[in-house]
């Protein structure tokens, strides 16, 4: 019902920045709750940042609090992930998220709370 395709990744040095788009399509009238997840090989994907679409609400992982932005913009139904001072500990599949609950913590933050995955982009950082 709801379909998201990310944008945006690539490969940057320490320090550098970089911003990851999500643009969704379908019924995303549903979806009260998008993020971004970020997935290392082997491991489980955990939740980087979130926006309650209502009200504007955001969360962060503490691990990139101060250095990452998330923002949408309604009228292009596109959520953005501003991503500055990156460490090579950012590198990972990001995925774009989204969930009919509202946000809510910690569920915003976990995989298993989300409705709908985008196909994921690449973000490698090097020292």
């Known amino acids: 019902l709801v379909q998201l395709v990310e944008s945006g990744g690539g490969s940057v040095q320490a320090g550098g920045s970089l911003r990851l788009s999500c643009a969704a399509s379908g019924y995303t009238y549903l979806t009260n709750c998008l993020g971004w997840f970020r997935q290392l090989p082997g491991k489980e994907r955990e939740g980087v940042a979130a926006?309650?679409?209502?009200?504007?609400?955001?969360y962060y992982a503490d691990s990139v609090l101060g250095r990452f932005t998330i923002s949408q913009d309604n009228a292009k139904n596109t959520l953005y992930l501003q991503m500055n001072s990156l460490k090579p500990e950012d590198t990972a599949m990001y995925f774009c998220a989204a969930r009919y609950a509202a946000c809510s913590a910690p569920e915003w933050a976990r995989e298993a709370y989300i409705n709908y995955w985008g196909q994921g982009t690449q973000v490698t950082v090097s020292s």
């Open positions: 926006i309650w679409t209502g009200r504007d609400s955001t």
